[in-house]
């Protein structure tokens, strides 16, 4: 994984050996790996946590950060299975987020929204109805989201549920996407698929409003765009990430 220079590699490494998403075995070298883009943004504030501002939509979340954690494992209410990792997980004194990072992925093609049968145990907070709906929906074609990865996002947001109510904070789930106009080879990405993306982003949103888990969403030019007014030194880290990744 290529890393800016001013960051503190060690530690971001140290992130991703853990986990298991085998992004250190080559695939972070990708000119289109999402987890360069997540590492080099955040990693900044693994080891400086109460400089990272509030984020776009959320300044109501109890800043400064507590903590900031690249790669966090939530569990699901059981034992087996498969357990969701949180792109990075920021705890605050009443919240904690969990953000969702892409850069591609919505544009290589439809999501086929899959959901085992565990995910309809009587296990969830009742506060969490408007996604166990959304997650009916899809599975019975009531609901199209194709665009966007609705069905992780969901898992994600029952995985923050179940870890904040044994926490006492406050869940949001933040879905947090680069909006590129091109592949790394130049290729324009299509108008409509940009646009259809946006489109279900903000249809999912207005599904699952009111749960117990709070879903916000913003493009990654919002956030650096963001950090950058609010010191010299953060504004260094915001332009050298979207000269990196092209965000401007």
């Given at each position: 994984?290529?890393?800016l220079?001013?960051?503190?590699?060690?530690?971001?490494?140290?992130?991703?050996?853990?986990?298991?998403?085998?992004?250190l075995?080559?695939?972070?070298?990708?000119?289109?790996?999402?987890?360069?883009?997540v590492?080099?943004?955040?990693?900044?504030?693994?080891?400086?946590?109460?400089?990272?501002?509030?984020?776009?939509?959320?300044?109501?979340?109890?800043?400064?950060?507590?903590?900031?954690?690249?790669?966090?494992?939530?569990?699901?209410?059981?034992?087996?299975?498969m357990?969701?990792?949180?792109?990075?997980?920021?705890?605050?004194?009443?919240?904690?987020?969990?953000?969702?990072?892409?850069?591609?992925?919505?544009?290589?093609?439809?999501?086929?929204?899959?959901?085992?049968?565990?995910?309809?145990?009587?296990?969830?907070?009742p506060?969490?109805?408007?996604?166990?709906?959304?997650?009916?929906?899809?599975?019975?074609?009531?609901?199209?989201?194709?665009?966007?990865?609705?069905?992780?996002?969901?898992?994600?947001?029952?995985?923050?549920?179940?870890?904040?109510?044994?926490?006492?904070?406050?869940?949001?789930?933040?879905?947090?996407?680069a909006?590129?106009?091109?592949?790394?080879?130049?290729?324009?990405?299509?108008?409509?698929?940009?646009?259809?993306?946006?489109?279900?982003?903000?249809?999912?949103?207005?599904?699952?409003?009111?749960?117990?888990?709070?879903?916000?969403?913003?493009?990654y030019?919002q956030?650096v765009?963001?950090?950058?007014?609010?010191?010299?030194?953060?504004?260094?880290?915001?332009?050298?990430?979207?000269?990196?990744?092209?965000?401007?």
């Open positions: 994984m290529q890393l220079d001013h960051l503190p590699k060690a530690a971001i490494l140290k992130a991703y050996e853990r986990s298991p998403g085998r992004e075995d080559g695939k972070a070298d990708s000119p289109e790996s999402s987890s360069a883009l590492a080099n943004s955040f990693g900044y504030f693994i080891e400086r946590e109460g400089q990272l501002p509030p984020l776009p939509g959320l300044a109501h979340a109890g800043w400064p950060a507590r903590q900031v954690k690249l790669e966090a494992n939530l569990r699901f209410p059981w034992s087996g299975g357990h969701p990792w949180l792109d990075v997980r920021i705890d605050t004194d009443t919240h904690t987020v969990g953000v969702e990072s892409k850069r591609y992925e919505p544009y290589r093609g439809k999501h086929a929204p899959s959901f085992s049968a565990a995910y309809s145990r009587d296990v969830w907070s506060d969490m109805a408007p996604y166990l709906r959304a997650m009916e929906r899809l599975q019975s074609d009531d609901l199209d989201l194709h665009a966007l990865d609705a069905a992780q996002l969901i898992k994600h947001a029952l995985a923050l549920s179940t870890h904040c109510l044994k926490s006492g904070r406050r869940p949001v789930l933040y879905y947090l996407f909006d590129p106009s091109s592949w790394p080879d130049g290729r324009p990405i299509p108008e409509a698929a940009r646009a259809a993306h946006l489109d279900h982003v903000v249809a999912f949103s207005r599904e699952v409003a009111g749960a117990q888990v709070e879903f916000v969403w913003g493009t030019k956030v765009d963001s950090w950058a007014a609010v010191s010299p030194g953060l504004r260094a880290h915001a332009d050298a990430v979207s000269e990196r990744f092209s965000l401007s």
